[in-house]
Protein backbone atom coordinates (compact mmCIF):
# COMPACT_ATOMS: atom_id res chain seq x y z
CA UNK A 1 0.00 0.00 0.00
CA UNK A 2 0.86 3.16 -0.78
CA UNK A 3 1.51 6.14 2.02
CA UNK A 4 -1.83 7.92 0.82
CA UNK A 5 -3.60 4.44 0.76
CA UNK A 6 -2.18 4.07 4.54
CA UNK A 7 -3.49 6.96 5.81
CA UNK A 8 -6.82 6.45 3.84
CA UNK A 9 -7.64 3.28 4.79
CA UNK A 10 -6.80 4.68 8.71
CA UNK A 11 -8.72 7.26 8.41
CA UNK A 12 -11.88 5.58 7.56
CA UNK A 13 -11.10 3.19 9.83
CA UNK A 14 -10.77 5.42 12.82
CA UNK A 15 -14.04 7.54 11.23
CA UNK A 16 -16.00 3.85 11.58
CA UNK A 17 -14.98 3.07 14.94
CA UNK A 18 -15.57 6.93 16.03
CA UNK A 19 -19.49 6.30 14.67
CA UNK A 20 -19.57 2.82 15.83
CA UNK A 21 -18.94 2.39 19.64
CA UNK A 22 -20.82 5.69 21.18
CA UNK A 23 -24.54 4.35 18.71
CA UNK A 24 -22.99 1.07 20.93
CA UNK A 25 -22.41 2.27 24.20
CA UNK A 26 -25.92 4.28 23.70
CA UNK A 27 -27.86 0.74 23.21
CA UNK A 28 -25.62 -1.53 24.90
CA UNK A 29 -23.82 -4.79 23.79
CA UNK A 30 -26.69 -6.22 22.94
CA UNK A 31 -28.60 -3.48 21.27
CA UNK A 32 -30.50 -3.29 25.01
CA UNK A 33 -33.20 -0.97 24.98
CA UNK A 34 -35.42 0.16 27.55
CA UNK A 35 -38.24 -2.22 28.12
CA UNK A 36 -41.63 -0.95 27.25
CA UNK A 37 -44.78 -1.11 29.98
CA UNK A 38 -45.76 -4.21 28.26
CA UNK A 39 -42.85 -6.42 28.92
CA UNK A 40 -42.73 -4.89 32.30
CA UNK A 41 -45.96 -6.39 33.06
CA UNK A 42 -45.08 -9.56 31.15
CA UNK A 43 -42.25 -9.71 33.68
CA UNK A 44 -43.87 -9.17 36.16
CA UNK A 45 -46.43 -12.21 35.57
CA UNK A 46 -43.54 -14.28 34.80
CA UNK A 47 -42.04 -13.28 38.16
CA UNK A 48 -45.70 -14.16 40.09
CA UNK A 49 -46.82 -16.71 38.31
CA UNK A 50 -44.61 -19.07 36.14
CA UNK A 51 -41.40 -18.87 38.05
CA UNK A 52 -43.29 -18.26 41.39
CA UNK A 53 -40.34 -15.84 42.74
CA UNK A 54 -42.45 -14.58 45.08
CA UNK A 55 -42.54 -17.66 46.66
CA UNK A 56 -39.35 -17.10 48.41
CA UNK A 57 -38.50 -13.51 47.86
CA UNK A 58 -41.87 -11.30 48.47
CA UNK A 59 -44.22 -10.18 46.05
CA UNK A 60 -42.17 -6.62 46.11
CA UNK A 61 -39.17 -8.39 46.06
CA UNK A 62 -38.10 -8.15 49.67
CA UNK A 63 -37.35 -11.47 51.10
CA UNK A 64 -40.67 -11.24 53.05
CA UNK A 65 -41.98 -14.42 51.59
CA UNK A 66 -45.62 -15.26 50.91
CA UNK A 67 -45.03 -18.87 51.23
CA UNK A 68 -43.17 -20.20 54.79
CA UNK A 69 -42.86 -23.37 53.11
CA UNK A 70 -40.24 -22.25 50.57
CA UNK A 71 -36.91 -21.01 51.48
CA UNK A 72 -36.18 -17.17 52.38
CA UNK A 73 -34.86 -15.43 49.46
CA UNK A 74 -32.80 -12.46 49.13
CA UNK A 75 -34.13 -9.07 49.04
CA UNK A 76 -34.01 -7.96 45.69
CA UNK A 77 -34.68 -4.66 46.15
CA UNK A 78 -30.95 -4.06 48.31
CA UNK A 79 -29.21 -6.30 45.76
CA UNK A 80 -26.17 -5.15 44.25
CA UNK A 81 -26.48 -7.67 41.07
CA UNK A 82 -26.62 -6.05 37.90
CA UNK A 83 -28.50 -6.98 35.32
CA UNK A 84 -25.87 -9.71 33.78
CA UNK A 85 -25.53 -11.49 36.89
CA UNK A 86 -29.49 -11.49 37.62
CA UNK A 87 -29.74 -13.18 34.60
CA UNK A 88 -26.92 -16.14 35.09
CA UNK A 89 -28.38 -16.14 38.72
CA UNK A 90 -32.20 -16.94 37.28
CA UNK A 91 -30.94 -19.33 34.64
CA UNK A 92 -27.87 -20.63 36.84
CA UNK A 93 -29.62 -20.43 40.25
CA UNK A 94 -26.77 -20.45 43.30
CA UNK A 95 -24.54 -23.39 43.54
CA UNK A 96 -24.82 -24.69 47.16
CA UNK A 97 -28.45 -22.67 47.97
CA UNK A 98 -32.15 -23.31 47.42
CA UNK A 99 -32.01 -20.83 44.47
CA UNK A 100 -33.30 -23.00 41.49
CA UNK A 101 -32.04 -23.20 37.94
CA UNK A 102 -34.36 -21.90 35.62
CA UNK A 103 -32.97 -22.96 32.88
CA UNK A 104 -33.76 -26.74 31.81
CA UNK A 105 -30.25 -27.23 30.58
CA UNK A 106 -28.11 -25.40 32.67
CA UNK A 107 -25.66 -28.49 34.27
CA UNK A 108 -26.34 -31.07 31.01
CA UNK A 109 -23.70 -29.12 28.65
CA UNK A 110 -21.22 -26.70 31.69
CA UNK A 111 -23.24 -23.85 30.49
CA UNK A 112 -23.40 -22.28 34.07
CA UNK A 113 -20.13 -22.00 36.38
CA UNK A 114 -19.12 -24.71 34.11
CA UNK A 115 -20.08 -27.31 36.20
CA UNK A 116 -22.40 -30.38 35.00
CA UNK A 117 -25.06 -32.14 36.81
CA UNK A 118 -22.49 -35.23 38.54
CA UNK A 119 -20.38 -31.84 39.83
CA UNK A 120 -23.40 -30.76 41.85
CA UNK A 121 -23.56 -33.84 44.34
CA UNK A 122 -20.46 -32.11 45.84
CA UNK A 123 -22.46 -29.25 47.34
CA UNK A 124 -24.54 -30.28 50.64
CA UNK A 125 -26.94 -27.90 49.76
CA UNK A 126 -28.83 -29.29 46.65
CA UNK A 127 -30.63 -26.35 44.30
CA UNK A 128 -34.32 -28.18 44.31
CA UNK A 129 -36.22 -27.98 40.74
CA UNK A 130 -38.06 -24.73 39.56
CA UNK A 131 -41.69 -24.87 39.73
CA UNK A 132 -41.39 -24.45 35.48
CA UNK A 133 -38.39 -24.10 33.69
CA UNK A 134 -37.84 -20.35 31.69
CA UNK A 135 -37.32 -19.79 28.21
CA UNK A 136 -34.27 -16.91 27.94
CA UNK A 137 -36.58 -14.36 26.65
CA UNK A 138 -38.77 -15.06 29.81
CA UNK A 139 -36.01 -14.67 31.80
CA UNK A 140 -35.34 -11.02 30.34
CA UNK A 141 -38.60 -10.18 30.64
CA UNK A 142 -38.64 -11.12 34.56
CA UNK A 143 -35.21 -9.42 34.78
CA UNK A 144 -36.07 -6.09 33.31
CA UNK A 145 -39.40 -6.10 35.44
CA UNK A 146 -36.96 -6.59 38.04
CA UNK A 147 -34.71 -3.51 37.28
CA UNK A 148 -37.55 -1.32 36.58
CA UNK A 149 -39.97 -1.97 39.63
CA UNK A 150 -37.50 -3.83 42.41
CA UNK A 151 -33.45 -3.00 42.44
CA UNK A 152 -32.42 -0.23 44.01
CA UNK A 153 -36.09 0.75 44.42
CA UNK A 154 -35.41 0.86 48.30
CA UNK A 155 -38.14 -0.28 51.08
CA UNK A 156 -41.32 -0.78 50.07
CA UNK A 157 -43.96 2.19 51.31
CA UNK A 158 -47.81 2.72 50.17
CA UNK A 159 -46.43 5.02 47.16
CA UNK A 160 -44.05 2.49 46.00
CA UNK A 161 -47.05 -0.07 46.65
CA UNK A 162 -49.68 1.66 44.44
CA UNK A 163 -47.07 2.39 42.10
CA UNK A 164 -46.01 -1.34 41.93
CA UNK A 165 -49.11 -2.76 41.05
CA UNK A 166 -50.59 0.45 38.94
CA UNK A 167 -53.52 1.34 41.80
CA UNK A 168 -54.69 0.97 45.04
CA UNK A 169 -54.91 -2.80 46.30
CA UNK A 170 -55.11 -4.84 49.53
CA UNK A 171 -51.21 -5.34 49.85
CA UNK A 172 -51.00 -1.89 49.87
CA UNK A 173 -53.37 -1.65 53.02
CA UNK A 174 -50.47 -2.63 55.33
CA UNK A 175 -48.57 0.59 54.20
CA UNK A 176 -49.57 3.28 56.24
CA UNK A 177 -50.88 6.66 54.42
Known amino acids: MTS ?91 LNSQMPAFDKFAYSDGRCYGKKETDLKAYPTRMPDPPATLQQREIDLIVDFLMTKVVGKGPMDRAKCVEFWGSETDACKEFSK
Open 4 to 94: MRKKSFWGVLLIAVATIVPVSLMFGAQGQQSPNASDIADGMRLYQQKGNCQACHGWAGDGRKTDSQMPDGANLRDTKLNRAALVTTIKCGR
